[in-house]
């Protein structure tokens, strides 16, 4: 009888110390991880975090990450880069520290955003665009667009719309299911579910962890997400883990997989890139790109398979990555043209 009565009196009590769990490590991360870089506002109540490192008289180095990552998942590779360039990475909005997305994550949206941070910021063109996935469409609609304010482009295996046309019922069923896990996760961020699971993944044994994922069915994702987390540099762990643990997290992720169709429609008919250098670099699996594919891209656009490398390339031989941005950056400033610096690659070779 006893026992009967305490579990009356705690089990209403947990989602309120869930709450509070929540509330209180969201307040010690922002306070931690904010200072390590700023919010620039851009009107309209938006807000975005910047990370801005290095100088020089060259290119702003611009980041651009894939469709659920923030300006962590370049962290390794904005470090050396700002050893030879000025350099930024950010959080879209609805990401990591940026205040909630209010319009669609479609690429004319974000480029809108972006530009309209990288003026707030005072940081001056021309820029060197390097987008990952998702954040290659971002880059190329901004050089299609803005030609002018562009010295180059680097695609670290852009997103292929070409595959979506214009997303197929089984598409759409995955990009469903994304959707419902994700609202989910809203509720169980709440609840600091997320929180205990992400900082038992990071911080602790990770029983817990592997506990909840098999219970809910999401062993298979903790597999691959430990696989690439395994390849940054431990020290932005506790930044990720504590983005995890939002609520603001899983709906920016909804907000970005609800866009995925207006994504697909918008670069199928993007303009091509123009005047402007472009090298997309493509893992070895999946298949190259076709030349029909590249030069919609570009006319000039010129493609180095990574054989080495998997999607999240940059990750996987970001050596590599750094020394096509340099290369890149040499290029701008001597007027070599990309064709002449590949062919430079393959005699070399």
Request: hydrophobic share 45%.
């Amino acid at each position: 009888m006893v026992r009967l009565l305490w579990l009356l009196l705690v089990i209403p009590a947990l989602p309120a110390l869930g709450l509070l769990y929540q509330w209180l490590g969201s307040h010690y991360d922002r306070k931690r991880f904010l200072p390590l870089g700023r919010l620039v506002d851009i009107g309209k109540r938006r807000r975005l975090f910047m990370v801005e490192m290095g100088g020089g008289d060259g290119p702003t180095v611009i980041f651009e990450s894939g469709i659920g990552a923030t300006s962590q998942n370049w962290a390794r590779i904005q470090e050396a880069v700002s050893e030879f360039a000025h350099t930024v990475s950010y959080d879209r909005l609805g990401l990591g520290w940026s205040t909630p997305a209010v319009s669609e994550r479609i690429p004319s949206k974000v480029v809108e955003e972006l530009r309209a941070m990288l003026q707030a910021a005072g940081i001056a063109p021309p820029y060197l665009l390097v987008g990952h996935s998702f954040g290659g469409l971002v880059v190329r609609y901004f050089a299609s667009e803005y030609p002018e304010e562009v010295a180059g482009v680097l695609l670290v295996d852009a997103m292929r719309t070409d595959e979506w046309p214009p997303v197929d019922e089984s598409q759409r069923k995955q990009l469903t299911r994304g959707v419902q896990l994700t609202r989910w996760g809203v509720l169980i961020a709440y609840l600091g579910l997320a929180r205990l699971t992400t900082m038992s993944f990071f911080c602790r044994s990770g029983r817990f962890t592997k506990l909840f994922t098999r219970a809910t069915g999401g062993h298979h994702v903790l597999e691959r997400l430990t696989s690439e987390l395994n390849k940054m540099p431990p020290t932005v762990w506790p930044i990720v883990a504590a983005h995890w643990s939002t609520p603001a997290f899983f709906r920016g992720m909804t907000a970005h997989i609800e866009g995925v169709p207006g994504t697909v429609t918008e670069m199928l008919d993007a303009k091509p890139i123009v005047g402007v250098p472009v090298l997309l670099m493509t893992p070895g699996q999946p298949k190259a790109i076709s030349e029909t594919a590249l030069q919609k891209i570009g006319p000039d656009a010129k493609q180095l398979i990574a054989e080495k490398g998997g999607h999240w390339l940059h990750l996987d031989e970001p050596e590599l990555v750094i020394e096509q941005i340099r290369e890149m950056m040499t290029l701008v400033e001597t007027g070599i043209s990309c064709e002449a610096m590949m062919q430079e690659k393959v005699s070399a070779n």
